[in-house]
């Protein structure tokens, strides 16, 4: 059994094309496809973060609403990029959405992607310490996070509030007990897998990672997967950790879909840069009849290691189109992999 949720990018453009021309549609649209996706059966309704872009970009919201409209189905992100946050207010927001679902939120950070503009946390008022470059900036900003969401107390209280205080040191509040094992973080390379194993993060790993091998990249992904997990058992955390992979699947059911994706489905790993030092390589994505898909993915060694799958969704195509594309992988492939009965 494995857990199946989808992935948005929230992509708005005001094109005539698409299905979501404004901010507001993109929005609005995902809490739609959260909920219809919590009544098809799926786990998890996932949001990627970018800043500066005409994408989903302030999360808290989003996921607050959603948790208010649904019951059942995890809410999260795929990822938060941690150079621009501010752990303690990250904290309280984080701590009120999972608060209003229920305690179903799963928080995929990282260290972001490239941006759309130059050094783009610096606007958002955050910035590196004395010989620290953007990386480390995002791994100090994580330990803190980390640190307030184990619950304890750490600020003085003033001798004359406003209000009562509890006796002892003071937390951010709203806190929301289990969080922090909630916590997932997005690797693009080995190392950064077993970093977060040391810390206790579950693992998220999407449709690229770095190039280290030079190997198919589900056969990448799947070592990295068993990097981390060994380096969890060595580091003897109390929980069972949770590992997720990223993908674009999708089953050619009619005329539409064919029209959409019937381009795509002889597709393959592409490797590239995305900075100037990073080598990486693109997983490829899935598009066929559902016999053939089932026998595709067959041979992807990282989906069968993980414990989700996250389906990236076209959401410029519309909620009802997204259902499809869902519900098209839930009934008529995820029983023959043996992801659901």
């Not at 679902?101 to 008022?125: K, M, N, T």
């Not at 990386?135 to 750490?154: D, K, Q, S």
């Not at 069972?240 to 539409?256: C, E, G, K, W």
Request: proline share 6%; no cysteine.
């Amino acid at each position: 059994m494995k857990k199946i949720g989808f992935l948005s990018f929230g992509h708005w453009t005001p094109s005539q094309q698409s299905g979501t021309r404004s901010a507001a549609d993109a929005l609005l649209q995902s809490i739609d496809l959260a909920v219809a996706a919590e009544e098809l059966g799926a786990d998890g309704a996932y949001f990627r973060v970018h800043h500066f872009a005409r994408q989903l970009a302030s999360p808290f919201p989003l996921l607050a609403a959603i948790g208010a409209k649904t019951s059942r189905i995890e809410i999260g992100t795929g990822v938060i990029d941690m150079r621009y946050e501010n752990p303690l207010y990250m904290a309280e927001t984080a701590g009120a959405a999972d608060l209003i679902a229920g305690g179903r939120l799963q928080l995929g950070i990282s260290r972001g992607s490239p941006e759309q503009v130059i050094d783009g946390w610096h606007y958002f008022g955050i910035e590196p310490q004395a010989g620290e470059n953007d990386t480390e900036m995002a791994r100090r900003n994580t330990v803190a996070l980390l640190e307030v969401l184990r619950g304890e107390g750490f600020a003085t209280p003033n001798p004359q509030p406003m209000f009562p205080n509890p006796p002892g040191l003071l937390r951010v509040e709203p806190y929301s007990a289990g969080l922090r094992e909630r916590i997932w973080w997005g690797a693009i390379s080995d190392a950064t897998a077993v970093w977060a194993a040391k810390l206790g993060m579950n693992l998220q790993s999407s449709t690229l990672k770095s190039d280290e091998t030079g190997e198919p990249f589900h056969i990448q992904q799947a070592k990295q997967i068993r990097a981390y997990r060994a380096a969890w058992a060595e580091a003897g955390h109390s929980f069972t950790p949770r590992v997720s992979v990223s993908r674009s699947i999708f089953a050619l059911m009619n005329d539409r879909d064919r029209y959409y994706f019937g381009g795509s489905g002889d597709s393959t790993d592409q490797v590239g840069n995305i900075e100037p030092q990073t080598r990486a390589i693109f997983g490829r994505s899935y598009a066929a009849e559902p016999d053939k898909l089932i026998e595709q993915l067959k041979q992807d060694e990282a989906i069968a290691e993980a414990d989700t799958l996250l389906l990236t969704v076209p959401n410029q195509l519309g909620v009802e189109y997204n259902v499809h594309v869902i519900e098209s992988i839930l009934k008529h492939v995820a029983p023959a992999m043996g992801w659901r009965e």
